[in-house]
């Protein structure tokens, strides 16, 4: 910008950058060693200034015309700053201050280095001795390879040079590497600086090591997949199973279980646990709880974390150290898994080949997990008892008619296309009501107890056992014709007719009648069910207490 008038040309003169500015906030003069510190596009006499210019700070003093300096970086240097009222208009100077940016660059904790366009090393400051074992002045003049770097962390930086060198403009990148057995996240800012005429002269590199930062952003992206199938309703054990490799993936050497406690409230049963020796799941399926089992077993039994770094020493593990380091394990966290009233129902742990204690992510990540884990197995209980209500006698716990039904048709529908041998067998308590009525409605409702333990005793795992209602049973047998569904029932009549009947006190037995049909190939379960019911009520009438098998005449 051709210069007019005494301060422009005293300006001009100086060595650090000058900017005069009209009372509309346009570009009066410009010096060139303005333009060359902020690497900014050339400025013309008349045009507004670019918004994006100055600091924010610098904006707002400008806004308010007020004299006001600051120093920041800017572009890779530190810049002092200063604002000046004038009659006509403001006048922003700016200048390096290098002794102090070479201070702040050397006590920086992020690596600060300076390349050539060809990416050799000019620069680097003593913050890269924490993460190379060539110390940092014997890394200028080395190309990126020379200095050891993986090949696909010097890809990265060309690809971000060739960015640099094509726009003009800073580019920001992350590069990931192995530091002392552990993963290490940097992110790269890659800043052009000019020289006089405008050109890109040299590369300034800014990493910051956000490793910290990096393994919460994994962990939040883990956290909602896990969320995801949670609210999804995927099954616990994949869900477990899942939360094991997460957690595995987070934490460098981990190898992680999670165990459930059972009804008994007594001990712990495996529920995952995938990277452990197979023996050694074996070996801990079914611990009972306790003060000093163990890690996991000393957790559920207090309710509070327990970190073991040393388990061959540890007295909590002195039963089971020798099972732990004969597969290699030498740590131990485990956590407990509470409820949302505080009590426990499991236990979440990290096993490591070598002594180690938790860090501040870990920790945070393991008690985020044991929570979720608790939603989780919570989650399943509520559908699990809901499924039950839906599905389950509530007195006995055998099927309810509706579930029973489902569950036959398909049964029968199987058994048609297989040729397939089904029974039905209708049971009908004798004298029930005469029960009720002499020993109370309790008593009848031990009564039904009972005889839905004997009925279910007697069937195999297939086979579908039933209360209709009221003193009514059923059973669906497949795989069987009616001479050995006889033998069944009649097993059943025997042991009830044998078994005393005990309510607060009052004994009784009781007997049952039986009738039972056998599924024809043009039937279907209802037909099966009518045939099955005459058959009981012939039972009935023939005086109780005895089985019936369905006549031809009584086929429809």
């Given at each position: 910008m051709p210069v007019t008038n005494p301060l422009e040309t005293a300006l001009a003169a100086l060595p650090g950058g000058y900017l005069l500015l009209d009372t509309q906030q346009r570009v009066s003069f410009v010096s060139t060693?303005?333009?060359q510190l902020l690497h900014c596009p050339p400025l013309q006499a008349g045009q507004t200034l670019p918004p994006d210019l100055l600091p924010e700070e610098l904006w707002q003093a400008l806004v308010a015309r007020q004299t006001h300096g600051v120093q920041q970086v800017y572009g890779g240097q530190l810049l002092d700053w200063l604002l000046t009222?004038?009659?006509?208009?403001?006048?922003v100077s700016v200048r390096e201050d290098k002794q102090t940016f070479r201070n702040?660059?050397?006590?920086?904790?992020?690596?600060i280095s300076r390349y050539s366009r060809e990416l050799v090393c000019l620069y680097t400051n003593g913050t890269l001795a924490r993460y190379s074992p060539i110390p940092p002045a014997l890394h200028i003049g080395l190309t990126l390879e020379e200095r050891g770097l993986p090949?696909?962390?010097c890809?990265?930086?060309?690809?971000?040079?060739d960015q640099v060198m094509h726009s003009g403009k800073p580019c920001v990148f992350e590069n990931q590497l192995i530091h002392q057995g552990r993963s290490a996240v940097f992110?790269?800012?890659?800043?052009?600086?000019?020289d006089e005429q405008g050109n890109i002269q040299s590369l300034l590199c800014i990493d910051r090591d956000i490793s910290e930062e990096h393994?919460?952003?994994?962990?939040?992206e883990d956290e909602n997949r896990l969320l995801e199938m949670i609210a999804n309703d995927r099954p616990l054990q994949e869900v477990m199973v899942w939360t094991c490799h997460m957690i595995e993936s987070q934490i460098d050497g981990a190898l992680c279980s999670i165990m459930q406690l059972d009804e008994s409230g007594q001990q712990l049963r495996l529920a995952a646990g995938p990277k452990l020796p197979e023996f050694y799941r074996q070996q801990i399926d079914g611990v009972s709880i306790g003060h000093g089992?163990?890690?996991c077993g000393t957790a559920a039994f207090t309710g509070e974390a327990v970190i073991v770094t040393d388990i061959p020493h540890h007295p909590f593990w002195a039963d089971y150290a020798e099972l732990a380091t004969a597969h290699g394990l030498y740590s131990c966290w485990s956590y407990p898994i509470k409820s949302y009233d505080g009590s426990v129902l499991g236990t979440f742990a990290i096993y490591f080949g070598h002594s180690q204690a938790p860090d501040l992510h870990s920790e945070y990540i393991t008690h985020r997990t044991s929570h979720l884990m608790a939603i989780a197995i919570q989650q399943q209980q509520r559908a699990k008892r809901l499924f039950q209500l839906a599905t389950q006698d509530a007195l006995t716990g055998l099927h309810n008619r509706r579930h029973f039904m489902q569950l036959a048709q398909t049964s029968c529908d199987g058994a048609h296309r297989q040729h397939l041998a089904v029974c039905l067998l209708m049971f009908d308590l004798d004298h029930f009501k005469q029960i009720n009525d002499r020993y109370g409605h309790a008593a009848g409702d031990d009564a039904l107890r009972v005889f839905a333990r004997i009925l279910q005793d007697n069937m195999r795992s297939h086979d579908l056992p039933c209360r209709m209602g009221g003193e009514e049973f059923a059973a669906l047998l497949s795989g069987m014709g009616a001479a050995e569904a006889r033998r069944v029932a009649e097993g059943i009549r025997k042991q009830l007719a044998a078994t005393e009947v005990d309510s607060d006190g009052q004994r009784f037995k009781l007997t049952v009648s039986t009738g039972i049909a056998q599924l024809q190939n043009s039937h279907d379960l209802s037909t099966l069910m009518r045939q099955a019911d005459k058959a009981l009520y012939r039972a009935k009438h023939e005086g109780r207490n005895c089985i019936c098998i369905a006549l031809p005449a009584e086929h429809d």
């Open positions: 060693r303005f333009q009222p004038l009659p006509r208009g403001m006048m702040l660059v050397e006590n920086s904790p992020d690596i090949q696909h962390v890809d990265a930086f060309r690809h971000a040079r992110e790269s800012r890659l800043l052009p600086e000019f393994a919460i952003r994994l962990w939040q089992v163990g890690s």
